[in-house]
């Protein structure tokens, strides 16, 4: 739907950098473009404002205006400030005390329920915490049951009170059980409420006061609109967050809320939510969500979330497979059956541009995988390095050794040629990476004639969630 | 009771009076407009989650009319911008509950992304129909979220509904089937199926919906009569591409705005009556049962830019 700001100013510059001069004018009229990409992203409008006057000057210099390539040199100034203003170093959670106490807080519907959940899963996984989730919401309905279906799918402790309706009782009550029970941490999951609302947020104080948390995280919607500022700025003076946690970054918001809410409390957004599963909860990279605010392509992501699941050797293997257009069904086979322990095949898929065709063909499902998988295991380690070697006769063997029809197997191997071909266009913009795994200044990588999905956020986790 | 247009004007006067005082403060009747006023006014109404394109519809009309001589005051261009936003959002079924199926029971689906307030709106709307001495009946196709089905159970029985409930985890649609087959046979007038918060870039998920609205067709030929989106009022452009995804697998017949009494202010409504032609049936302005009010574009128009309508307080 939107139009992608590279490509717009590819319009702008395109006869300047043949002329090889830029003039003010053309940077003013840049920095419209940029203004119009965040207002589109949601950035509230006064926010949106004071970043255009802040890149305009820098854009205005020098640098940018000598540059051989002044249009990409502005887009990576953009970039860059947009990315500081979103970042600084990723603080950590704050795990200094026994229990840590954080509370989430936020809007009604949010996501606060689901991310203590999530939050209670990755401090267990990955920081191997002992944690106690509290049901503090005596207000919605079922919000207690929640949390309990929560903890028990979670396999994680939970307190509730049902004979209470004093949240400070039940939090104070929570504390004493994370003592009893030796937790290291004590997440409690509040009720949401207007940040307007001054009674309930008023309630919030007195929880602060009566356990005096560790964190305070306040959860927020991504897709939220011009009044993020609002929401940020009301919950941060009455109670000082100390970080944000942004939520359901698997829709398509361009999620300009980030930088509303960043830029008005200056907390650091510490999490991201990607999905509705206990697991869909990742660290907040401030260059995606540049680039995702920006509207441009994020191939920086793509290679990021594969080193993750690769073996790292591996991936620099794949990588130069890539470049070098080696990348066989040996490569392909192996990878599949690492993807599909990590349970995300098709979000994989998703993260290597132009595969689209090539998934879509497929009709892929995790069942249809297995077929794939049979398919290539059918196959002599020769065929599969090289796939060419696949004649009338050697097709009809493999058919026949994993039970498909003739055209499974041909579909297959069309398919794969159409994909390795258009991975080695990205492995061509791979090779161009500096060593700190930025892409320099250029232009939007095109790949089987169009340009890379810039949403490279929304991973879909296909299946039941 | 306080009257509809106070109700409408106490959820949006967060909104009105930046808007007014912009406005006021933009425009001075000596001096001749300019397009830095105009540029000025564009931007509050992207402060009002209009969104950049219809901001600048809006503008660029009120323009030709000062151009024209058609306008001439602030008073003027409040009373033109809430002209301009009413015809938008004045859809054919805007504000209207539903239309009774020629066989009942009448199905409404409710469908919109996470959070947006469907199982709430669900409660609420059962207990006005029962008020209008209608039989409902709530269908709990919410599957997936960790107690979403105790949630309106709960909810059923603080407003007095029978609640047909499936098992965590088992198929929404087989529980939509059971809901409507008891529905027709319990000569229900209504049943409200509330379903799971799904975003519409998850195409398993759309899929499913699909589905749900086929087997409901299955045990009630002609349903589901409505299908509507819930809209957070605090949500905002991604809310335009929400309705635009949804249509696409479930025709809408109708939105509901929540979460008014907060200070985002519905303005996405605005772009997706535009595109969409969308009615809005309903405004949610709070948590309890009885926080639901048939939507008035004429006052949500209105009370957002605070013109004086004839009649009102
Ligand atoms: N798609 C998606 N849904 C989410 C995410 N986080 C929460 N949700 C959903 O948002 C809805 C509201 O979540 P809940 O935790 O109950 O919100 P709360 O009212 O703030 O406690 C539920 O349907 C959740 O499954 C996310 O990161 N992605
Ligand atoms: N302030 C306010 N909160 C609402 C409104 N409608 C729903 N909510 C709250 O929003 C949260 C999510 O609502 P729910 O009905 O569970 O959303 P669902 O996930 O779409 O079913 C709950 O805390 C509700 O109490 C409204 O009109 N105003
Ligand atoms: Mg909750
Ligand atoms: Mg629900």
Sequence with gaps: ????????????????????????????????????????????YKVAKEFVESVRQECLGEKVLRSITPGQQ??????????????????????AAKPAIFILIGLQ?????????????????????????AACDLKRPAAIDQIEVLGRELDIPTYARRDTQDVVEVVRGARAEASRLNSDVLILDTAGRLQIDTDLVQELVRVKDAVQPQEILLVADAALGQEAVSVAEHFNQALGITGIILTKLDGDARGGAALSIRHVTGRPIKFIGTGERMADLEAFHPERMASRILGMGDIVSLVEKAAEQFEEAESRELEEKMRKNSFDLNDFLSQLRKIKNMGGILAMLDLFPGTKKFKDGLNVDENQLKHVEGIICGMTAAERRDPELLNANRTRRVAQGSGVPVQEVNDLVSRFRMMREMMSGLGGQLGKMSPDGRL?????????????????MRMRHRGRR | MK?????FKNGLQKTATSLVRGVQSVFTETKPWTAEDFEHLEGLLIQADLGVVTAAELVNDLKERYDRGKIATREDIRRAMAEDVTKILEVAGAGNPFTPAAKPPTVVLLVGVNGTGKTTTAAKLAHLWQQDGLKVMLAACDTFRAAAVEQLVHWGARVNCPVVAGKPNSDP???????????RNEGMDILLVDTAGRQHTRKALMDELGKIARTIAKACPGAPHEVWLT???????????????????????????????????GGSLVPICRELRIPVRFAGLGERETDLQPFRPDFFAQALFEVKVTGSP
């Design chain 2, 173 to 183: 649609a087989a529980v939509a089937f059971d809901a409507a087959t008891r529905a």
């Design chain 2, 3 to 7: 009257s509809l247009f106070s109700i």
């Design chain 1, 74 to 95: 502005a887009v990576k100034v953009v970039n860059d400030h947009l990315t500081a203003l979103l970042g600084g170093a990723n603080e950590p959670l704050n795990l």
């Design chain 1, 109 to 133: 519907g949010s996501g606060k329920t689901t991310t203590a959940g999530k939050l209670a899963r990755l401090l267990r996984g990955r920081d191997k915490k002992d944690v106690l989730l």
């Design chain 1, 440 to 456: 320099p200044a250029a232009p939007p990588p095109q790949i089987g004639g169009r340009h890379i999905n810039p949403i490279m």
């Design chain 1, 1 to 44: 739907m939107f139009e992608k700001l590279t490509d717009r100013f590819h319009d702008i510059f395109r006869n300047l950098t043949g002329r090889g001069a830029l003039s003010e004018a053309n940077i003013e009229e840049a920095m419209r473009e940029v203004r119009r990409a965040l207002l589109e992203a949601d950035v509230n």
């Design chain 2, 231 to 265: 809209v957070d009022a605090g949500i905002g452009t991604n809310a335009v591409t929400q309705a635009r995804e949804f249509s696409k697998i479930v025709p809408l017949t109708g939105l509901i705005i929540t979460k008014l009494d907060g200070t985002g202010r």
